[in-house]
């Protein structure tokens, strides 16, 4: 399963998807407590989980819809610069699209070298076909089970621990402690001081956990 999630996920969909299904578990925890409801461990497991469950099936369509929506987007793009009057204005409508990463990289000559060949490909290949490909159903199913993989830990506490109070402070404890590690990975990732970014990301958990609460979600 990890390694289908790495393959179709890239890591800041991952981490964004992980980041998602905890808060959401938090989130739901701490209204119940809030709320003044009688802690009851099928309950809380069952609105956490199939809280969860949806989210997973909603983000997994939005995936999809997203890649088809980019997919069209950019077919449009390819269509606009194969119809351009000129060439000039099809290589400054590339520039648009590609100088902003190229700007501290390239000089201006070398980016238009560039420019003329992603031109000269899109003439070959012309603009792609916008339908749903595999790759994205794979990518949505992928972004499904983030959230549900992160939410499992979260839930296990109401199952195997029979008082419902305790259960809810080791759910808990445990999605903090997701979050934290979640933190660190990201600092590997993007090459920061993972304790410094671990620390800021739990506590930007926390108070996306309150936010959520004071508002009713």
Request: aromatic share 6%.
């Amino acid at each position: 399963m990890l390694s289908f999630i790495r393959r179709h996920l890239d890591p800041a969909g991952r981490l964004g998807e992980a980041l998602f299904g905890l808060i959401m578990a938090l989130g739901f925890g701490a209204a119940v407590r809030l709320g003044g409801e009688e802690a009851n461990n099928r309950a809380l497991f069952i609105g956490i989980f199939g809280c969860n469950l949806a989210w997973a099936i909603v983000d997994g369509v939005t995936h999809v819809l997203g890649a088809l929506f980019e997919r069209g987007r950019k077919a449009r793009l390819v269509r606009d610069l194969l119809s351009a009057a000129t060439e000039e204005a099809a290589l400054q409508q590339i520039g648009k699209e590609l100088d902003g990463p190229l700007m501290d990289l390239t000089s201006p000559q070398e980016r238009l070298q560039l420019h003329r060949w992603v031109l000269e490909i899109l003439r070959q290949g012309g603009p792609e076909e916008v339908r749903v490909q595999r790759e994205d159903l794979l990518g949505g199913a992928a972004a499904s089970l983030v959230v549900l993989v992160a939410t499992l830990p979260i839930v296990v506490p109401y199952l195997l621990v029979p008082d419902p109070n305790l259960a809810i402070r080791l759910s808990n404890l445990i999605a903090l402690t997701l979050l934290f590690l979640l933190g660190m990975r990201w600092g590997q990732i993007v090459g920061g001081r993972s304790l410094r970014i671990a620390t800021g990301l739990t506590l930007i958990g926390v108070v996306l956990v309150v936010i959520t609460v004071v508002l009713g979600g």
